[in-house]
């Protein structure tokens, strides 16, 4: 009696166990996939989203986006940030999203003393990289151009309107709203209690939970001297952003000499700093944009120090030499896939 109860009881044990596990498996199996992409905030966007209502969900989350590419826009007239720039001298209201996005962004000129510099637009319109009219523009040209760009000139006051200082001055989000946008994205995928999804705008990538798997994703790091898609190294992550600047995104040669879109607004040039591209790994897809434009122009040996005192930032640097420098965080979690680059080995 007491044997046959034994028995019955590991029986049951086991079945509960099995059907447990087959549970979790058909879950994630029969979620079907969706995939979508569209060109917003002059990049690629592409998204992956595991659930029954996926295609709803990637259709509010590109609206979304497109919504704050018509708030931030340099280019569209009827853009907050066009109209900012245009009325230069006077003060125009803004949305809240354009004001939080602004506020980070001179959040972070602060703490990079003006490496990052959201009113750089005089110079990223001299330049004109990607425009289809880049030139490389004269030193007094430069030098012109520089002077309006000082993020301390941008004013915002309490009743939520933006003035720049100086008539000839210009804002650029640039570097900054697609971080906030892929953070408004997850926030989506959060509301509807989603568990796996995948989001990349152009280099700036969320990886939303796990894969449906429940494993890691492995998020592949661009060859810097390769198009797009091949990759020389990957990152193992869940619920996490991985945000990359690098000299390959836009640029034009002239003369053998490679003129890039991250401009240093110490020099007015092309950031020339012996990298070619920064990842960062955080939780905030907002930061890591700006951290990963900020840190592209300070550096490798000041931008890490930066990135060091920072809580649940890592990042990858790829130099100019193709050695390949990692913080410590990231040690278990990295592979390099390419024999023409180096993992350099740090002693602590
Ligand atoms: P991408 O947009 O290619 O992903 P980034 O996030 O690094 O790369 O942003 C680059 C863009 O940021 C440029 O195209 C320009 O609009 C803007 N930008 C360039 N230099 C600076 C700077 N020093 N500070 C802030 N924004 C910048
Ligand atoms: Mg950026």
């Known amino acids: 009696m007491q044997k046959n109860t034994f028995y019955k009881l590991i029986i049951i044990v086991l079945m509960i166990s099995l059907l447990a596990a087959g549970c979790g498996k058909n879950q994630a199996e029969e979620l079907p996939e969706y995939k979508g992409s569209d ?9 992956k989203v595991y659930a029954y209502n996926g295609d709803k969900i990637i259709d509010e989350s590109l609206a979304r986006i497109r919504e704050l590419e018509n708030l931030m826009s340099v280019t569209l007239e009827e853009s907050e940030i066009y109209q900012i720039n245009q009325h230069a001298g006077k003060g125009v209201q803004v949305s809240q999203d354009t ?56 004013m915002i006051s309490p009743d939520q309107k933006v003035r720049l200082a100086q008539p000839k001055m210009r804002l650029d989000l640039g570097a900054i709203a697609k971080g906030y946008a892929a953070d408004e994205v997850s926030k989506i995928f959060a509301e509807h209690n989603i568990n796996s999804a995948f989001v990349n705008l152009g280099g700036n990538v969320l990886v939303f939970g796990n894969k449906p798997d429940g494993s890691d994703w492995k998020v592949g790091i661009q060859d810097p001297r390769e198009n797009r898609g091949n990759v020389m190294a990957a990152v193992s992550v869940s619920d996490k952003t991985i ?5 390959y995104e836009r640029y034009f040669e002239k003369d053998g000499v490679i003129y890039h879109h991250i401009i240093d607004p110490a020099t007015g040039r092309p950031a020339r700093t012996g990298l070619l591209s920064v990842s960062i790994i955080s939780d905030s897809s907002f930061d890591a944009d700006a951290l990963s434009t900020s840190v592209f122009i300070m550096g490798l040996e000041a931008g890490k120090k930066l990135v060091n005192k920072l809580d649940g930032v890592e990042a990858l640097f790829i130099t100019d030499d193709l050695e390949v420098d990692i913080t410590s965080g990231l040690k278990d979690k990295f592979e390099l896939m390419s024999e023409d680059f180096v993992l350099i080995k740090d002693e602590n």
């Open 99 to 154: 004001l939080r996005v602004l506020n980070k962004a001179l959040e972070y000129a602060e703490l990079t003393k003006g490496s990052f510099d959201p009113s750089i637009g005089p110079l990223v319109e001299l330049w004109g990289i990607g425009s289809g009219e880049e030139r490389v523009p004269t030193n007094e040209e430069i030098l012109k151009a520089k002077n309006l760009v000082d993020y301390r000139k941008v």
């Open 39 to 47: 060109f917003l905030m002059d990049t690629l966007v592409q998204m």
């Open 243 to 247: 945000v990359t600047s690098g000299n």
